[in-house]
């Protein structure tokens, strides 16, 4: 199994704390690992052109999700297969958390193939962050 971790060139900056970020990352991540037995999982982050929106994604090539599974992913509780380990609340608590941070997310999945984990947040400007005092900035 591969890791690759891609980012774009310019490094920017979002508005969430460290705690919140390691969770929505969390749940993308570990679920990437536990469906994905060969091939890769990629982590990364791009900018979305013309918009001032960083998307930052989790893709793997593992089981895939069907499309009914799909619609569900992020439901509270859901689990692809009765046997899976926890209790299905990381998806769950990641779309909480994304969407309290004004940020969007989302998912694409086909079986046999891959899924891929997304979510949006506002890029915050590099002058903007160096204004804030210590404190502040952890939410960075």
């Known amino acids: 199994l591969q890791l690759r971790l891609m980012c774009d060139a310019e490094d920017v900056f979002v508005m969430m704390s460290p705690a919140y970020t390691r969770t929505a990352f969390n749940a993308f991540i570990s679920n990437a690992i536990k469906y994905t037995v060969t091939g890769y999982i990629e982590i990364g982050y791009t900018v979305l052109p013309g918009k001032d929106l960083v998307k930052f994604y989790c893709k793997d090539t593992g089981i895939g999700l069907s499309e009914d599974n799909l619609q569900h992913v992020f439901d509270s509780n859901f689990k692809v297969f009765d046997y899976d380990k926890g209790e299905g609340q990381g998806l769950s608590i990641a779309k909480t958390i994304i969407e309290k941070e004004d940020g969007e997310i989302?998912?694409?999945?086909?079986e046999g193939v891959g899924?891929?984990?997304?979510?949006?947040?506002?890029?915050?400007?590099?002058?903007?962050?160096?204004?804030?005092?210590?404190?502040?900035?952890m939410q960075v």
Request: proline share 0%.
């Open 106 to 110: 989302g998912a694409e999945s086909q």
């Open 115 to 137: 899924s891929t984990f997304w979510f949006t947040l506002k890029k915050v400007d590099a002058n903007i962050v160096e204004q804030l005092d210590e404190q502040a900035k």
